[in-house]
């Protein structure tokens, strides 16, 4: 690759990348965008296997960037992104025999725009789903999906699209607390993940899948201190509210979708560019330079989708750290959000016992759990035994048979079903060790997925990949540890709080952040690289983004 001159170059070709490069173009820049692997998409990438004639995500599962500004902006629709909307959104199934099914009470009701509609009936099935374990807790969903209609969604939507305010101005979920109707009081700042499912809700069923939902969500423990940003879309998550829906061709779909926008306002992008350093004069970023000495000029700006460590560390080298830096950057955590993750490819897809009582809808659920119905396990041991064993004796996991909605995934007649479950960093084990629990901890995946569904035997199997911590280090340079997160999300590292000192601005001129390291942080459709965006056009007097 010859030396090159842009007017704004992005490092990394990963999800936020991808998102605003095309952004950036629109404005009227010339866009090149430098990606280490050898294709683009990061971690929302599809990939073949774990069987031959199968295609799965090496990453994100669950995915809703028809939400997001982005699709409307640029037709990602017209681009072949395309969404199946399933009308159920979310079960889990207790080893007591006993199940819960959501349907979203605020389904899609126009497949182009992603446009919704409050809907009686759905509200009435999920009611009656929670009503079998607390009437409380049913009289709670009606109560909270009111409110989440008239304040919380509004306020949630302007919070994740929108860059945090200064420390000291409220942000809209800080207003929202200041509402005696919100539902939402100032000490939920401040309480764990277990406080606030013992709040909001009376039985164990509940509790157990709001204790999950924000492992699911933000990666994050009981113990752990949510911050108001993952409250909300917590229990959305636990009450499912808004429809699951199933990108057709997998994660890679929004991508190529991304990239195919980009390229025809003439984003160009180039793989297999390990950027080694950003290059800075006069304190203001002039470029970059890769791996290979190939230096590419940066006119008005350098825009890093690559994690905390790598920008400051790596790629700016001490010479640009302050003390606070340093010291920012030894406080960052990264010990929760490490998953064991994968596909299995199956010639049937589970079908469990409790079906027979709850219908088909619970064999046909976008984001499916089984638990065992013990709230005190979960609460008390379950991270301890992750952390000293990296399994737990107890699954609490979660699938996904997308198949039934997206056909192209898998030979006709077969099916696939994604697996997720939580374990500890990779530092806790050595190599040889991760790659015999990885062995470990699909055993005992299996030996408890056929006490739900009896289906789920070896015979069953076409084949399986088990996806550890390692291979997510190993594969993604800033998933430190294997978070997934690129960093823990809980309060001290979200909102404001979320990347070092400037977030998406930083201490150099001209040199931006937009990755899940800032805020938005770790997850598919979160505002990191749109929000980036504002600040540029601010700066840059560009113009705004469509919201
Ligand atoms: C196993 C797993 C499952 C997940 N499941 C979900 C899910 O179901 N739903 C969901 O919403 N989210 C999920 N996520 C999270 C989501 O995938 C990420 O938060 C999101 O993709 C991060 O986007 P990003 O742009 O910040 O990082 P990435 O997508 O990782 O992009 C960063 C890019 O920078 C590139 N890069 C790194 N270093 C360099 C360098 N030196 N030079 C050039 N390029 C470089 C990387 O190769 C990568 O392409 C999951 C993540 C994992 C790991």
């Keep these: 690759?010859?030396?090159?001159?842009?007017?704004?170059?992005?490092?990394?070709?990963?999800?936020?990348?991808?998102?605003?490069?095309?952004?950036?173009?629109?404005?009227?820049?010339?866009?090149?965008?430098?990606?280490?692997?050898?294709?683009?998409?990061?971690?929302?990438?599809?990939?073949?296997?774990?069987?031959?004639?199968?295609?799965?995500?090496?990453?994100?599962?669950?995915?809703r960037l028809y939400g997001h500004p982005v699709y409307k902006e640029f037709n990602l629709r017209d681009e072949g992104l395309q969404y199946a909307f399933p009308d159920t959104n979310e079960a889990i199934i207790f080893d007591d025999e006993t199940a819960y099914v959501s349907y979203a009470a605020f389904p899609v009701v126009n497949k182009e725009t992603g446009a919704t509609q409050y809907s009686e009936e759905n509200v009435k099935r999920t009611y009656d789903s929670i009503a079998q374990f607390s009437k409380a807790d049913a009289e709670r969903y009606l109560e909270l999906t009111q409110i989440y209609r008239d304040l919380w969604k509004p306020a949630f939507t302007r919070y994740r699209y929108s860059p945090p305010p200064p420390y000291g101005t409220p942000d809209a979920l800080e207003e929202l607390m200041l509402n005696p109707k919100s539902g939402l009081?100032?000490?939920?700042?401040?309480?764990?993940?277990?406080?606030?499912?013992?709040?909001?809700?009376?039985?164990?069923?509940?509790?157990?899948?709001?204790?999950?939902?924000?492992?699911?969500?933000?990666?994050?423990?009981?113990?752990?201190?949510?911050?108001?940003?993952?409250?909300?879309?917590?229990?959305?998550?636990?009450?499912?509210?808004?429809?699951?829906?199933?990108?057709?061709?997998?994660?890679?779909a929004l991508t190529d979708a991304l990239v195919s926008a980009g390229k025809k306002i003439g984003v160009e992008y180039?793989?297999?560019?390990?950027?080694?350093?950003?290059?800075?004069?006069?304190?203001?970023?002039?470029?970059?330079?890769?791996?290979?000495?190939?230096?590419?000029?940066?006119?008005?700006?350098?825009?890093?989708?690559?994690?905390?460590?790598?920008?400051?560390?790596r790629m700016l080298g001490q010479k640009y750290q302050t003390q606070e830096m340093k010291r920012r950057l030894a406080s960052l955590s990264f010990d929760m959000g490490n998953v064991w993750w994968g596909a299995i490819a199956v010639h049937e897809l589970p079908d469990y016992k409790v079906a027979k009582q709850y219908g088909p809808d619970i064999n046909a659920t976008p984001r499916t759990y089984f638990a065992p119905k013990d709230l005190e396990y979960f609460e008390k041991r379950y991270t301890h035994e992750?952390?000293?064993?990296?399994?737990?004796?107890?699954?609490?996991?979660?699938?996904?048979?997308?198949?039934?909605?997206?056909?192209?995934?898998?030979?006709?007649?077969?099916?696939?079903?994604?697996?997720?479950?939580?374990?500890?960093?990779v530092s806790w084990f050595s190599r040889k060790e991760w790659r015999q629990m990885a062995e470990q901890y699909f055993d005992s995946l299996m030996e408890q997925?056929?006490?739900?569904?009896?289906?789920?035997?070896?015979?069953?199997?076409?084949?399986?990949?088990?996806?550890?911590?390692?291979?997510?280090q190993d594969t993604h340079p800033d998933m430190r540890d294997g978070n997934w997160g690129e960093g823990n999300m809980c309060a001290v590292q979200a909102g404001r709080f979320r990347g070092l000192p400037g977030g998406y601005r930083t201490h150099i001129k001209d040199l931006y952040m937009c990755s899940s390291a800032v805020f938005g942080g770790g997850g598919i459709a979160r505002g990191s690289s749109y929000n980036c965006y504002q600040i540029i056009a601010e700066d840059h007097k560009l113009r705004k983004p469509v919201f």
Aim: with cysteine.
């Design 449 to 472: 997925w056929k006490t739900y569904a009896p289906n789920m035997t070896r015979d069953n199997i076409i084949g399986y990949r088990v996806i550890t911590p390692v291979d997510l």
């Design 185 to 252: 009081d100032p000490t939920m700042q401040f309480m764990t993940c277990k406080q606030i499912a013992h709040y909001f809700f009376e039985s164990d069923a509940m509790r157990i899948l709001t204790l999950r939902g924000f492992m699911t969500s933000f990666g994050i423990f009981p113990d752990a201190v949510p911050g108001l940003g993952a409250i909300i879309p917590t229990i959305h998550l636990t009450l499912g509210w808004e429809t699951a829906a199933v990108a057709k061709g997998a994660s890679g």
């Design 1 to 63: 690759m010859s030396d090159r001159v842009f007017d704004a170059v992005v490092i990394g070709g990963g999800h936020h990348g991808t998102i605003i490069a095309p952004y950036l173009a629109k404005a009227g820049l010339k866009v090149g965008v430098f990606e280490l692997l050898d294709h683009l998409g990061g971690s929302c990438v599809t990939e073949l296997g774990p069987a031959p004639g199968f295609k799965m995500n090496f990453c994100a599962q669950f995915t």
């Design 386 to 425: 992750l952390y000293l064993l990296g399994i737990s004796s107890k699954s609490f996991n979660l699938s996904a048979p997308d198949t039934l909605w997206d056909p192209s995934r898998a030979p006709e007649g077969k099916h696939l079903v994604t697996f997720e479950d939580y374990t500890c960093p």
């Design 270 to 313: 180039f793989v297999n560019a390990d950027v080694a350093k950003v290059l800075v004069e006069n304190g203001r970023a002039t470029g970059i330079q890769l791996a290979d000495g190939t230096q590419v000029t940066a006119k008005q700006m350098v825009v890093a989708d690559v994690g905390t460590y790598q920008l400051f560390e």
